[in-house]
């Protein structure tokens, strides 16, 4: 470790695990490379008019066809009302359907519209791509490694982070999850 200007020791004082390098540390490890790999997902996904949380919204309505707004909110582990917000961005898109005029605690059904299947379909070419292992630096067999152990991780963790923790990339959600 290099000694700053001012000839003091970084690392001093500092406790074991962090004067030596944190990314020792299994999970510090995991979280940079997860904020590294949704920062490309989000960068790739936006050549293409998408966000990670429309996408994952387009996601599970085209599975589930039918989805209220309150199952999304849980799949995405979002509040009612971001939730509420997120939907009417994708309403105003074009890409879901749900009833226009909804009273507090109405069930509030949300379907896939035809261009929010094609607003899908466009992100398939960005997902070939980011799907080839030699964008993680990775070789095929290194990402099926990767796979396993992850999903390893998912299932340790998922039951400490909550429903829906494994749904598919969560930034933080905000404005900028709401399409233009």
Partial sequence: MAEPGDGRDPGAGLPPWLAEDPAGIPAYALARAGAAVNALF??????????????VVLVHLSRASTLTSAELARRLQLTPQSM????????????????????????????????????????????????????????????????????????????????????????NPGPADIPG
């Fill in 42 to 55: 989000a960068r790739q996904l936006a050549t293409v008019g998408l966000r990670p949380h429309t996408f």
């Fill in 84 to 171: 509420s917000a997120l939907l009417h961005g994708l309403v105003d898109a074009g890409w879901v359907e749900r009833p226009e005029a909804v009273r507090r605690g109405q069930r509030v059904e949300v379907h896939l519209t035809a261009a929010g299947h094609q607003a899908l379909l466009a992100a398939g070419p960005v997902l070939a791509e980011l799907g080839r292992p030699a964008v993680l630096g990775l070789t095929e067999s290194e990402v099926a490694t990767l796979a396993g152990l992850l999903e390893r991780v998912l299932d340790a963790v998922q039951p400490l982070a909550g429903p829906g923790a494994a749904d598919g990339p969560q930034p």
